[in-house]
């Protein structure tokens, strides 16, 4: 399993109540986009090529924004549930609330936590391994899968 890879930073926010303290980000090492994540799929074992995992894919996101703006919350089993927010300017009176009072409109994620998901903060807790910055990444025969 891979590690994730972790670098420290100090809090130099002088009002904060956290002030001096160091925390740890996750760095982040690319991002996937769609042909990626295709092609990746296809190497898991799927019957199918990249441009047809593709193509599903492409379809798959091209309803869940139609869902979405219909109004729907999206749920993936053992992923979460995707939903939209709004961010809006206040007013004084309700009477004079309209839809230009919205700002931006956002999708929002809430992972999925039962006990069956993968994703559940718990369990993803559990299975992640860390390497920090500069550590040397250990290979899978000097035990690096086990350690950390």
């Known amino acids: 399993m891979a590690r994730l890879l972790l670098k420290t930073y100090k809090?130099?926010?002088s009002k904060s109540v956290a002030y001096g303290k160091t925390?740890?980000?996750l760095v982040y090492h690319d991002t996937v986009n769609t042909s990626d994540l295709c092609r990746h799929m296809m190497k898991h074992g799927t019957i199918f090529t990249?441009?047809?995992v593709k193509g599903v894919v492409e379809k798959f996101i091209q309803c869940f924004e139609e869902l979405l703006l219909e109004g729907?919350?999206?749920k993936l089993d053992g992923l979460g549930t995707f939903y939209l927010s709004i961010n809006t300017f206040g007013v004084a009176d309700e009477k004079d609330f309209n839809v230009n009072n919205v700002k931006a409109i956002r999708v929002k994620f809430i992972g999925?936590?039962?006990k069956e998901s993968?994703?559940?903060t718990k369990i993803l807790t559990q299975k992640a391994r860390f390497r920090s910055l500069?550590?040397?990444t250990p290979s899978e025969e000097e035990g690096g899968e086990n350690n950390g």
Do not use: F, M, P, T
């Open 50 to 52: 990249s441009d047809v």
């Open 118 to 120: 993968e994703y559940a």
């Open 134 to 136: 500069g550590e040397e």
């Open 23 to 25: 925390y740890g980000r």
């Open 72 to 74: 729907n919350k999206i």
């Open 11 to 13: 809090n130099n926010n």
């Open 112 to 114: 999925d936590q039962s």
